[in-house]
């Protein structure tokens, strides 16, 4: 080794040799922080997911109580306040201590049957319940009394031990109501609720008092539906639950008043989600799904904790979509790598081209090819290390961890490639391999060389169609495309995946290959036209472009980040685009307005009221009933049931983007006694032509007939419409509590408005592309395009600076001849546009191409939160600037070239060549 050379080449060549640097700092500094901010990102994906699944995410511990029966009845037991709050300290004890952790202290909630109201009036059903946390009974520290007492014991106060006789009167038990509930019932203290229960004997229950919430936003009152309010839909089509608080007092004898076995007790575990992020999400799960293992196997009628929760399906999804997030950022990833590959590769080319006396020098003064290899390796390696480093640096200022996997490839692309090219250019200028005069030895060696190209394209085609194929049937997260358990959702994923990763990129490389074979020959036809053209500037400049028409590495660095960029930006609009059509879906119009039962508005006449409302189009009003108890002759199901005008809907969709369902118009009337509806269904459990059936409380059940496919309504998968007249005719009462409003003063005639909840259009969308993985993932998409952009326009500089000592010598001998400075920019044009222009007009429709094959296999449903893929969306516009900008990057590197050698001699071009 000779080290003054590796310090004289390091210094006169210090501007390439920055640039490599630049290069690698930037985009490790992307490679190295994207990783860590994506599981920052997956972090607050999981507690975003554990706020918004509400009574979902809760853990609830159920116990039988222990019989009761006693010589000659059934005995009151005093105690039963202190065995609920044993049983909730019990059920904390029986936690892991890790899950115990992640959770806010239990709730004990006991409720009683569902009861009929017989007044007479409107489908009513009446629970009472208990609530009790570590801070006491909600009957005592959550409410205040503005009318009567507390509820109180019935038992005599001698006899505590009271047993109940068979066949004796109803035992009363004394509840308290909510000041909305008693105003429903229209009852006071010390009145008699009149109550029936399924097979039609009556309770006595009796109000003790009227309260108050102390804090009615406490998400405690959220277990008990009804108590505070009135709860619409509660059991079912058209019926509204009531409730009744108890006391500790009351609590034995609403165990004695109704059948035994028909109280429930249950300890309610609401999660911390402060306390929850990705990492302790699996671990959560996984004890999760042990502890309902286990309760599965309790018998019935022991004490044994029992779990119910959908915690562990809650954490499964999110990091599934975790997954598909990192799987699609890995895409994007991979893209970016590709582009610094072949732009590290052209940079070495261009420090090769400069070095090329120097090392033929070294080489003819008896340097070994080893040595040269070494040198070079240790300046490239010292540029690669020292900007990684620098870029992994500046990646743990801007992220909370570094991810140095995927620095690796571009560090040894700038590490490996400068050494390569040096040493294959030293060889091939010192080289005493004779040219062979024969001529079919000369064929056999342009042959040989030939197959040697077709061979690695063929191995680029065959990785790419393997790439396809993986892509396609395991799509790009595996755990998504196989059905497996709860805990697959953290599976690792496999080889497939990471090659399903690389698809669009290898696609992408397979299409570039294709043109750099067109173009040469396009070039060849084009020169023999422009032979025949009396114009000598295009005569020049189209023989400039087929002389360096052969390159190869330009063309594929030009080709592959344009098309790359507009698969991202495609990626990106997609994805924009999908949460656009979701939000439209989820709020159905451009507002929406629910109001509850409890609230006291004339949802009608306010419906009137705001369609008068400047900048409003339409107000359609409709009933929509989550859960509803529907069957099909096999099993009960439970979707959403939207009751609705069907002509008002119909014409609310034709001036919305949703897609118009013209089997609404066939919703009208009734069809041989049964109400037509419209279904949809996820899992194929209702199809047009189903039978079902709407169950009512001692009356017959209504008959429903799909007669079409219903329109997505909402985010669930499960939807029943049906016409509000054709239902009212059935005998089922329609009670509008929903306002769906269209128009651009939606939003504003909504706002405002007193004892509803307003949903604009706009908010929803906001807030889902504010969401941790869809903003993540957005900027991901919007930065790669940007920087692919970036590096093919240094690919335009870097494959000009090395054409350039030829090409301007080449001009300047012209202009020795009469060529004009003005005339020699357009023949540089001319040599340079002709890879720009493929680059530029084959680029985009490439990357869309391949956004086709591949974007339906990104699993960006799980992004957008549909449960349909989204429709592609180009953005021509978009990509068309990204060509523009590489054009107009071809008039900016002439003028510059011209500036700087417009000063050259004839004496220099003179001594320059042979």
Request: aromatic share 4%; proline share 7%.
């Amino acid at each position: 080794m000779h080290w003054p050379s590796v310090r004289g080449r390091a210094r006169a060549d210090a501007g390439p040799l920055l640039l490599v640097a630049a290069v690698v700092t930037a985009v490790t500094l992307l490679a190295g922080a994207a990783p860590p901010l994506l599981r920052a990102t997956a972090d607050d994906a999981v507690r975003d997911a554990v706020r918004s699944a509400g009574q979902d995410a809760e853990i609830v511990s159920q116990s039988h109580w222990s019989y009761d029966d006693v010589e000659g009845g059934r005995g009151r037991v005093p105690t039963i306040a202190d065995d609920v709050d044993y049983l909730r300290e019990r059920a904390g004890d029986a936690l892991d201590p890790g899950l115990r952790a992640a959770l806010r202290p239990p709730v004990a909630v006991v409720t009683g049957p569902s009861l009929d109201v017989t007044d007479g009036s409107l489908l009513r059903t009446f629970r009472f319940m208990y609530l009790a946390d570590d801070r006491g009974p909600h009957s005592a520290t959550r409410v205040t009394w503005i009318a009567g007492v507390p509820p109180r014991s019935s038992a005599p106060a001698s006899d505590p031990d009271f047993v109940l006789r068979p066949n004796s009167p109803p035992w009363p038990v004394q509840v308290g109501l909510s000041e909305a509930d008693a105003a429903a019932l229209k009852l006071g203290p010390g009145d008699r609720i009149p109550l029936k229960d399924k097979f039609r004997r009556v309770r006595d229950v009796r109000i003790s008092g009227i309260f108050r919430a102390t804090d009615s936003s406490d998400p405690t009152w959220r277990l008990a539906p009804g108590l505070l309010n009135p709860a619409s839909s509660a059991d079912g089509v058209g019926i509204t639950r009531l409730g009744g608080l108890l006391s500790p007092e009351s609590l034995p004898d609403a165990r004695l008043a109704v059948d035994s076995g028909d109280l429930d007790r249950g300890i309610h575990f609401e999660p911390d989600a402060d306390r929850i992020d990705a990492d302790s999400a699996r671990r959560i799960a996984a004890t999760l799904v042990t502890l309902k293992a286990i309760s599965a196997a309790a018998t019935d009628q022991d004490e044994t904790l029992q779990w119910q929760t959908q915690l562990d399906k809650v954490l499964s999804d999110v990091q599934t979509r975790v997954n598909a997030a990192t799987a699609q950022a890995s895409v994007l990833l991979v893209s970016v790598l590709a582009g610094t590959v072949l732009v590290l590769m052209l940079a070495a080319a261009l420090l090769a081209r400069r070095r090329a006396v120097a090392l033929t020098a070294a080489r003819q003064r008896g340097a070994g090819l080893t040595d040269l290899a070494v040198e070079l390796l240790i300046e490239s390696a010292a540029v690669a290390l020292t900007a990684a480093a620098l870029g992994l640096v500046l990646a743990r200022l801007v992220a909370p961890g570094v991810s140095w996997g995927w620095a690796i490839p571009v560090v040894v692309a700038a590490a490996a490639a400068g050494p390569a090219y040096g040493v294959t250019l030293a060889a091939r200028a010192t080289r005493d391999k004779r040219q062979p005069a024969n001529r079919s030895a000369r064929r056999h060696l342009h042959r040989t060389a030939l197959l040697r190209r077709a061979a690695l394209e063929f191995a680029v085609v065959v990785a790419a169609a393997g790439a396809m194929v993986a892509l396609h049937q395991r799509g790009i997260l595996e755990s998504v495309s196989e059905p497996a358990g709860a805990l697959d959702a953290w599976k690792s994923q496999g080889d497939t995946a990471v090659l399903g990763a690389s698809a669009p990129a290898l696609g992408v490389l397979v299409g570039a290959l294709v043109l750099v074979r067109l173009l040469p020959p396009a070039l060849r036809l084009a020169l023999r036209r422009a032979l025949r053209s009396r114009h000598p500037m295009r005569v020049f400049g189209t023989a400039q472009a087929a002389a360096t028409g052969a390159r190869i590495l330009p063309l594929l660095a030009l080709v592959v980040c344009a098309a790359l960029a507009t698969f991202a930006l495609t990626v990106g609009t997609t994805a924009d685009r999908g949460l656009a059509d979701a939000a439209w879906r989820t709020v159905g119009a451009d507002a929406r307005v629910d109001a509850g039962p409890s609230s006291g508005v004339d949802v009608p006449a306010l419906a009137r009221r705001i369609a008068a409302a400047p900048g409003v189009r339409q107000a359609v009003t409709a009933q929509v009933i989550e859960g509803a108890r529907v069957t099909n002759g096999t099993g009960l199901l439970t979707p959403r049931f939207v009751i609705v005008d069907s002509g008002a809907y119909r014409r609310l969709l034709s001036t919305t983007p949703l897609p118009d369902t013209p089997a609404l118009a066939g919703l009208a009337g009734r069809a041989a006694g049964d109400v037509p509806v419209l279904v949809r269904s996820a899992d194929g459990s209702m199809r047009p032509g189903t039978r079902l059936a709407l169950p009512r409380e001692d009356m017959p059940a209504v008959p429903l007939t799909a007669v079409g496919e219903a329109p997505a309504i909402g985010d669930t998968g499960d939807t029943i419409v049906v016409d509000a007249a054709a239902l009212t005719a059935a005998g089922i009462p329609v009670v509008p509590d929903t306002i769906w409003v269209t128009g651009p003063g939606a939003a504003r005639a909504v706002s405002g408005i007193a004892a509803v909840d307003t949903v604009s259009r706009t908010d929803v969308l906001r807030e889902r592309r504010t969401a941790p993985l869809t903003a993540g993932l957005l900027r991901l998409a919007w930065l790669t395009a940007a920087v692919l952009i970036a590096l093919g326009l240094l690919s335009l500089a870097l494959a000009a600076a090395a054409s350039a000592p030829q090409r301007w010598q080449t001009l300047g001998r012209l202009r020795t001849l009469g060529l004009r400075l003005r005339d020699g920019r357009w023949v540089a044009a001319g040599e340079l546009l002709p890879p720009v222009a493929v680059a530029a007009v084959a680029g985009p429709p490439l990357g869309v191409l391949l956004a086709v094959l591949t974007v339906n296999s990104l699993d960006l449903r799980l992004l957008v939160g549909w449960d349909g893929d989204p429709a592609l969306a180009v953005p021509w516009w978009q990509a068309g600037v990204a060509a523009v900008v590489l054009l107009a990057a071809v008039a900016a590197v002439v003028a510059a070239e011209t500036a700087l050698r417009r000063r050259s001699g004839l004496n220099e071009l003179l001594r320059v060549g042979g």
